[in-house]
């Protein structure tokens, strides 16, 4: 079909084909052998770059500066060898074209022209690095985030319970520090709610990798041994960027017993239908990652109907400068909200409260009984 498209080219065109070496080459390479995906590709942009360069030169119907359109798609598209040579047609080109209409050529075109080629090839590079093409790379990020997503929702509830997780990245990003895994086997549900140090996309890679972890080891292991197992996976890995807390839940959902256990996360709250007050289980243990042997005490308790048992990330509750405790007192100031409006009403509400005058991923948990 390249060949085709060559020969049909006007013969004004393909002259100048033949007059140019670096154009030379390209049209000889068109007419012979078979086209990779990505030559196709290069085919495809030259050809267009010459057609542009010629019509702004001779016929003045196409404007140069539209060779930004080729140079962006060649950084979208081809490799950094494939780029590297569209580049050097478009300078062909910009050098044909003003040579014979140097009025289409000044700041205005050379200037968009070099800021593209520049940012092409650093999308050209990144995506070379990966080792994907065109718009894969993004394609597998949305991937990896709506697993992500779909990872961190509660499994179906039996008739008398609810949750609701409520998660929201530093700076509208959608890729964050903090993740939840859960499962349920038969009457009982075991959740867990982890934070990554740092926030934002730059611990999101961290996250994206122990969601996974995690949520394999998370109902395949007794669930006192959840966490030290965590703590182990974390251990090997040798990292240096910074710790992991989590805090791990398992309810019996037929009695409403359950067991909180914390690896230097903050503490979980219950509320209390009865007394109609907030009350923060002491439970407390060391970050994920930091000695080599831990044990995780677990704190018991019980939901009755009415009761609710709320988790939540750091983002929500810590301030420079400023004690714990006081952005807990704030945070359960705020949720006291929650009992007039309903749980599942107010969760996002008081998220999104409490992360307004903050820099950082928050992630809550909440889940009642009816």
């Avoid at 196409?62 to 300078?91: C, D, E, H, N, Y």
């Amino acid at each position: 079909m390249l060949q085709r498209l060559v020969h049909l080219l006007p013969p004004r065109v393909r002259a100048f084909l033949r007059r140019v070496p670096v154009l030379v080459a390209l049209y000889q390479w068109l007419r012979r052998g078979r086209l990779t995906r990505d030559r196709y590709v290069f085919a495809v942009l030259a050809i267009l770059t010459v057609v542009i360069g010629i019509g702004a030169a001779e016929w003045e119907w196409a404007p140069s500066g539209a060779l930004v359109l080729t140079v962006l798609g060649g950084g979208l598209l081809l490799k950094v060898r494939g780029l590297v040579a569209l580049l050097g047609v478009v300078a062909v080109m910009v050098a044909y074209t003003a040579w014979f209409h140097h009025a289409a050529v000044g700041p205005g075109t050379i200037g968009p022209l070099g800021i593209t080629a520049v940012l092409a090839l650093s999308l050209a590079r990144t995506r070379q690095k990966l080792g994907v093409q065109g718009l894969r790379g993004d394609s597998m990020l949305l991937e990896l985030r709506d697993r992500l997503l779909r990872q961190g929702e509660m499994p179906r509830l039996p008739d008398g319970w609810d949750a609701q997780v409520v998660m929201l990245q530093a700076g509208g990003s959608s890729f964050g520090g903090d993740f939840v895994v859960s499962v349920r086997r038969g009457d009982t549900l075991e959740v867990a709610l982890v934070d990554v140090s740092g926030k934002g996309t730059d611990a999101g890679t961290r996250a994206l990798m122990l969601s996974g972890a995690f949520g394999g080891l998370l109902g395949s292991v007794r669930p006192e041994r959840f966490l030290p197992a965590c703590n182990d996976f974390l251990h090997r890995q040798h990292w240096d960027e910074g710790f992991v807390t989590a805090v791990h839940v398992v309810i019996d959902l037929t009695s409403g017993e359950y067991a909180v256990e914390s690896a230097g996360h903050p503490p979980a709250v219950q509320f209390d239908a009865g007394s109609g007050t907030w009350q923060v289980s002491p439970a407390k243990g060391v970050v994920l990652g930091v000695v080599p042997d831990m044990d995780a005490d677990a704190v018991r308790g019980q939901l009755c109907p009415g009761d609710a048992l709320l988790l939540y990330t750091d983002g929500l509750v810590e301030s420079p400068g400023r004690d714990l405790d006081a952005g807990i007192d704030r945070l359960l100031g705020e949720a006291e909200r929650l009992v007039p409006q309903g749980f599942r009403k107010g969760a996002r509400e008081l998220v999104e409260t409490m992360a307004a005058a903050r820099d950082d991923d928050c992630a809550l948990v909440l889940i009642w009984r009816t």
